[in-house]
């Protein structure tokens, strides 16, 4: 059994996902290096992946959180960039999790609306009554029905 | 702050609105990220040890297979930790083998028997169902006894 050294001990990573009309994931990496003071930040389709120590992680977060508030979105990742149990350029295909965040990702524009009616302080619509179970057969109808069949 | 369990535990939407509301988010990452930065045992890709099979005994039976079992070593602390939960009960990303699909019941099964305040709901499918989704959630983080700062 080999030993195991890990990296980036006492780091956190975060992805920033973008979906903005407005800002391309490129515009959001250009603009974060203008403040990351030195946090690792990679670019990605999707938006970024910043690395760093905790503190600085979350005042870059915050940072990067005013540019579009509403249309940027940020979680926690287990793994540093580019490690290579988890990096596609080693296992091909997507990369475990990418899936999950592309079928998250499609309703983001829905959560988006959410946020900004928050931010307008428009009135949360009534939520449609459930539609309520539909009764079973009645026990003396089933018998009425073999009664009849028999 | 309150620490808020998140499922799906990999969810990106629901780390991103916990996060944002001014809470802590209690999701997959924190488990696989303390893996990962802990020295050891070479154990790829997840740095699953043979070690967490039996942490996991403490939220499984020994009968209750070890696939359950490693993965309970990571959820099991993180449920005991979170004072609140978030669940999305139509989640079909949060899929995957059999393993991964029981630790799924028994993560919401621990929820539900832990007494914490819980908020269920389903992801939105329309703008409508986005601000409805945005506001529960809203309300339910600023319903918890330590606040939030949103």
């Known amino acids: 059994m080999a030993e195991y050294t890990p990296g980036y001990v006492g780091t956190v990573t975060k992805y920033v996902f973008v979906e903005s009309p407005s800002m391309t994931p490129g515009e959001l990496a250009l603009r ?40 940027i979105f940020v979680k926690d990742r287990g793994f540093p960039p580019g490690d290579p149990r988890r990096c596609r350029a080693n296992l091909g295909g997507a990369r475990p999790g990418y899936l ?30 459930a539609p309520g179970k539909k009764p079973g057969l009645d026990i003396q109808r089933l018998q009425e029905l073999i009664d009849e069949e028999s | 702050m309150a620490k808020v369990f998140i499922y799906p535990a990999t969810s990106l939407i629901l780390s991103d609105l916990v996060a944002r509301f001014g809470h802590k988010p209690l999701g997959a990452a924190l488990g696989i990220r303390e893996r990962i930065q802990t020295a050891g045992i070479d154990s790829p890709p997840l740095q699953i040890t043979p070690e967490e099979p039996k942490r996991g005994l403490k939220y499984a039976a020994v009968e209750v297979p070890s696939g359950v079992r490693g993965r309970m070593a990571i959820y099991g602390p993180l449920i005991e930790e979170a004072e609140a939960a978030v669940i999305v009960t139509d989640a079909d990303l949060a899929f995957g083998c059999m393993g ?51």
């Open chain 1, 32 to 71: 974060a290096y203008e403040v990351s003071e030195g946090v690792l930040i990679k670019e990605t389709c999707f938006g970024l992946q910043v690395t760093g120590e905790p503190e600085a992680v979350d005042r870059l977060i915050a940072e990067i959180r005013t540019f579009d508030p509403t249309h």
């Open chain 1, 100 to 129: 999950g965040h592309e079928r998250e990702f499609r309703i983001l524009r829905y959560i988006t609306r959410g946020l900004e009616a928050l931010e307008r302080g428009e009135e949360v619509p009534e939520a449609a009554p």
């Open chain 2, 100 to 150: 991964c699909a029981r630790t799924d019941e028994l993560i919401l099964f621990s929820l539900r028997q832990s007494g914490i305040p819980i908020l269920e709901l389903k992801y939105p499918t329309n703008e409508e169902e986005g601000v409805q989704f945005v506001a529960a959630i809203k309300k339910f983080l600023e319903s918890l006894p330590n606040g939030g700062e949103a």
